[in-house]
């Protein structure tokens, strides 16, 4: 099975900047769709971004397309997602999720694996 841990969250100002990290314990990335969702209480959980590993193909929310930014570290099966210009409707936490297959998606059904999360507080 796959295992993913997310870390990096924190609180932050109104503009400010994060960037979290997802690695695996003990599996590669090699032919997998890496993704972020994001859950505040009470609500659905919202789709962020995500990487097809194999080709380095990234796609985004319309909601933080511009000020968020996915990355990989392909030695290491990390990814990474840098967020700029951080809003208090980013408040949440923030999950990183593992699809086994390399075509990408924004629906939750389709991924395979996810972290435990990890949280992102924006606030004066």
């Known amino acids: 099975q796959v295992q993913l841990v997310e870390s990096g969250g924190g609180l932050v100002q109104p503009g400010g900047s994060l960037r979290l990290s997802c690695a695996s314990s003990?599996?590669?990335?090699?032919?997998?769709?890496l993704g972020w969702f994001r859950q505040v209480p009470g609500k659905e959980r919202e789709f962020v971004g995500g990487i097809t590993w194999s080709s380095d193909f990234t796609y985004y929310a319309d909601s933080v397309k511009g000020r968020f930014t996915i990355s990989r570290d392909n030695a290491k099966n990390r990814m990474f997602l840098q967020m700029n210009s951080l809003k208090f409707e980013d408040s949440a936490i923030y999950y990183c999720a593992a699809r086994l297959y390399s075509g990408p998606s924004y629906l939750e059904s389709d991924y395979d694996y996810w972290g435990q999360g990890t949280q992102v507080t924006v606030s004066r």
């Open positions: 003990g599996r590669t990335f090699s032919s997998y769709t």
